[in-house]
């Protein structure tokens, strides 16, 4: 239909004035007054009718071919759009269920062995601050000693996990040659020199005699955890140590206490206290023993709900973390 109009633009309307014109002319040729009159009515609608036609050979059509090139154009563009669209969204639903199948993978390293002796009871929580963190810990049994990690790897997401996966595997392996803490931290240290890429590893191993009742600690840059006792008294484990991964000959040391008067056992991460109230203070490891000294009487899942509410309440706005917890009940 729009080419047989622009035909009937450029060819039969231009006849269809001359036309008019011719007819009216010889109308007019009666009176020589009105003879002059007619050429130059005539020439002015000659005048109009060549500038409509050129008007539209040489400015509306090529207008409406190129209006019509990027009509063309722009619906290859939207149909190339659409297809990307569609394979972002594929990619992005693969990226979304090998997430979920690598959380679940994380969930299962994340399930330390229980405590083999009845008494004891081993409660954690662990939440990432996306689907995937760099917090880890583990617990196991060798003989009569009972092995209790917990590390944070620097960062988040996929490479942070990959390190914790790696964590599991070389703590295991190397428990088999020592536990004794000191040097069990040394080991691992080497191990991952080199491997963790621009990241570095906190981390706090203990190693609980169940029999002897004494618990040996090596720190590498974690925070304290907390002793517990059956009347409500704390004892932060201060110990200085280079973090894991930074210097290939780093070396720690093994300190050992008595667990006798000890109820309870509090390990976590930094996603814990690292937060700030509207007063710029710290809910520090001091304000962590402060709950514990007034909240020990609770079970263990309990007391760490309670625990994560107190920290809340002191700063309800901050950054969102990993955070892991392990308490072990004696």
């Known amino acids: 239909m729009n080419s047989v109009w622009q035909k009937f633009n450029l060819v039969f309307l231009p006849l269809l004035f001359l036309t008019g014109l011719i007819i009216?002319?010889?109308r007019l040729q009666v009176d020589e007054g009105n003879a002059l009159i007619a050429l130059y009515t005539i020439s002015i609608i000659l005048s109009l009718c060549l500038l409509f036609f050129y008007y539209q050979l040489f400015i509306v059509r090529p207008l409406r071919k190129e209006l019509a090139l990027k009509s063309a154009a722009l619906s290859d563009a939207e149909v190339t759009i659409e297809k990307q669209f569609d394979n972002l969204e594929k990619a992005?639903?693969?990226l979304e269920k090998e997430l979920r199948l690598a959380k679940d993978i994380q969930s299962r390293l994340l399930s330390p062995?229980?405590?083999g002796k009845k008494s004891m009871k081993l409660h954690h929580l662990y939440r990432p601050g996306e689907t995937?963190?760099?917090?880890y810990f583990d617990a196991f049994t060798l003989g009569t000693n009972y092995l209790v990690f917990i590390a944070d790897v620097s960062g988040k997401g996929v490479s942070a996990s990959l390190i914790t996966s790696m964590l599991r595997?070389?703590?295991?392996s190397l428990a088999e040659r020592t536990q004794d803490p000191g040097p069990l931290l040394t080991l691992l240290n080497a191990a991952l020199y080199g491997h963790t890429g621009n990241r570095f590893v906190s981390a706090f191993l203990s190693v609980i005699d169940i029999d002897g009742k004494t618990i040996a600690y090596a720190n590498a840059g974690h925070n304290c955890p907390i002793l517990i006792s059956r009347h409500g008294n704390t004892m932060l484990l201060n110990q200085e140590g280079?973090?894991?991964?930074?210097e290939q000959?780093?070396?720690?040391?093994t300190e050992v206490l008595s667990l006798k008067t000890v109820r309870r056992i509090l390990y976590y991460t930094d996603g814990l206290i690292n937060r700030w109230n509207?007063?710029?203070?710290?809910y520090n490891p001091n304000r962590v023993a402060e709950f514990c000294s007034t909240s020990w009487m609770h079970e263990g899942e309990t007391f760490i709900a309670l625990l994560l509410a107190n920290a809340e309440r002191f700063a309800p706005q901050h950054e969102v973390d990993d955070i892991a917890i392990v308490v072990l009940d004696l």
């Open 278 to 282: 509207k007063s710029n203070e710290m």
């Open 249 to 253: 000959d780093s070396e720690y040391l």
């Open 24 to 26: 009216f002319h010889r």
């Open 92 to 94: 992005h639903k693969i």
């Open 169 to 172: 595997v070389l703590l295991r």
């Open 113 to 115: 062995d229980p405590p």
């Open 132 to 135: 995937l963190g760099g917090d």
């Open 242 to 246: 280079m973090l894991l991964g930074i």
